[in-house]
C-alpha cells in the first residue's frame, strides 16, 4: 500500500474488529497499530478493501470525491475535440475510483461498476457527475458478477440515470469517425474505446493494402483502415449482430471510405485462418477478446496467441504487417511479446518490429494489476 497498491486482499488482513457492509469506509492500519489507509469495504469479493487513501488521515466526504473527480477530468483536458467526442473520464482505481469506470458518447454518460461497494454510495457520487458534466443522458451498466446483488438495492444493468432512454444505439466521434455505441447492452460500456490509439495507428498503414480484420467486432479497424486508403478490408467475426454493427459503422461514413471494398465474413476466426485456401493480405489485425480470464487460463492463452499470429504470419505477403493485440490482464506483456516475436521467428521469415503499445492515456493504468492492454506491430520481408 505504501507503494500505491489500491487492493488489500482478504488473506492479508490479521485481524478486524466486525464484519461490515460493502461500501463501507475501512481504516487500516499497520503491525504497529499506525493509521496505514482508508478503504472501501467489499465483503463479497477476494479484494476484502479497495484503498482510496493512504498515509495521514483525511475526511472521506462529499468535498473529498469532488476534488478526485477534479483531477480524473482535468488529465483529459486534451483529450476530447470537435472531431473526438467519445472516451473515458474515469478509470477505475488509477483515478482514485476503485472499481468504477465512467465513459463519454457524445452526450450521454456510462457509468460502469464492478463492485458492491458503489451501491450505497452512487446517491453520493452521480450528483458530482452530473454536476461536473451535465450529460445529457446517464446510463448504469453492471458487471455480471454483481448484478444479482444489484436488485436487492433496487439497481439493474442498464438503468436510465438521468435523461431519457435512447431508441437506439448511440452516436459519437473518433478522430472524425462517426460510429455507434449499445450503452444499454453492448459489450463493456458500447464500444472498445480504449484501441483509439491502436486505430490511429492502423490508418497510417493501410494505404494500398488489402487488410484483414479477425475479431472485427464493430470495425473500428476496419473503418479507420479504409479511411486511410486501404484497397479492400475483410471484417471476420463469429457474431452476426457484430458485422451488422460493422456494417453499419461503414454507411454512417460513406462519404470517407468510399473506394474500398468491405467485406463480411461470419466464420470461427481460429478456423478460418488455418484454411490453405484463404487468400492473403498486406496488413493482417489480431484483436481477441480476453483469451485468459482467469490466471489458471494463462498459459492455454499464451499458445493461443502464438498459434494466432502464426496463422496470421502465412496469411501476410511480403513487406506485409501483422498487429497483435491482447486484453488480457493475466497475460504479461513481456511474455505476450515473447509469444508473438517467437512465432515470427519460427516462420523463418525475416521481420522487424516496428512498434509496441500500450493503454492509451485515458486508460491509463498505474499498478500491474490494471495494465492489460498491449500490441504489437510486425513488418515481414
Known sequence: ????????FSDSIRDQNREGAAGELAVIFDRKDEFLALGLYDPDSPIRVRVLHCGK?????TTWWRERLKLALDKRATLFDVRTNGGRWINGESDGFPALVLDRYANTLVLKLYSTIWFSR??????LVQEALK?????LRLSRNIQSNAAVHDWRDGRILAGAAPDGPMQFLETGLCFEADVIKGQKTGFFLDQRDNRRIVESLAMR???????????GFSLYAARGGAKSVTDLDISDHALESS?????LNREKVQGCEHRLVQTDVFEWLQDPSTARFDLVILDPPSLAKRESERLRALEAYASLAESAIKLVRSKGIVLCCSCSAHVRAEEFLQSVTGAAERS????????TTREPVD?????PEAQYLKAIYLRFV
Open 135 to 139: 450529460p445529457e443522458r446517464l446510463v
Open 348 to 355: 523463418r521469415r525475416g521481420f522487424e518490429v516496428l512498434q
Open 1 to 8: 500500500m505504501r507503494s500505491g497498491h489500491p487492493w488489500i
Open 209 to 219: 493494402r488489402h487488410v484483414l480484420n479477425a475479431f472485427s467486432f464493430s470495425g
Open 247 to 251: 456494417k453499419r459503422n461503414f454507411a
Open 57 to 61: 488521515p483525511v475526511n472521506i466526504d
Open 363 to 367: 486508460h491509463h493504468a498505474d499498478f
Open 122 to 127: 452512487l446517491s453520493e457520487i452521480l450528483p
